[in-house]
Nanobody
Framework: QLQLVESGGGLVQPGGSLRLSCAAS????????MAWFRQAPGKEREGVSA????????YYPDSMKGRFTISKDVAENSVYLQMSSLQPEDTAVYYC????????????????????WGQGTQVTVSS
């Protein structure tokens, strides 16, 4: 079965860091583009990062450049999102997702381009 399971969320103070993990099963993470999305209360789901099938290309919105890093570990068949300098505006449920087809390059991830989704993990940034 195709499955993604996120972990690593929690409560962190402003300025702190968290590393989110996404364990994949039923496919290899190097065969597809992978992405992280987030959804805050009362807001639409938004893409926060994506990495191409090969892992050679990654995308971050301007507000996350220098703060967020997406990576793949093929041996672990997992995807990670390292987050630093977190602010209250980053509070959201974070979702891992797999593309419907391979992408040689990625830009801002779009919901409709991603077919497999995890259950989400809560990130709360508060003092």
């Amino acid at each position: 079965q195709l499955q993604l399971v996120e972990s690593g969320g929690g409560l962190v103070q402003p300025g702190g860091s968290l590393r989110l993990s996404c364990a994949a099963s039923g496919f290899s993470v190097d065969d597809y583009a992978m992405a992280w999305f987030r959804q805050a209360p009362g807001k639409e789901r938004e893409g926060v990062s994506a990495i191409s099938s090969s892992g050679e290309n990654a995308y971050y919105p301007d507000s996350m450049k220098g703060r967020f890093t997406i990576s793949k570990d093929v041996a672990e068949n997992s995807v990670y999102l390292q987050m630093s300098s977190l602010q209250p505006e980053d509070t959201a449920v974070y979702y891992c997702a797999r593309s419907a087809r391979p992408f040689a390059r990625v830009g801002l991830p779009r919901t409709n381009d991603y077919a497999i989704w995890g259950q989400g993990t809560q990130v709360t940034v508060s003092s």
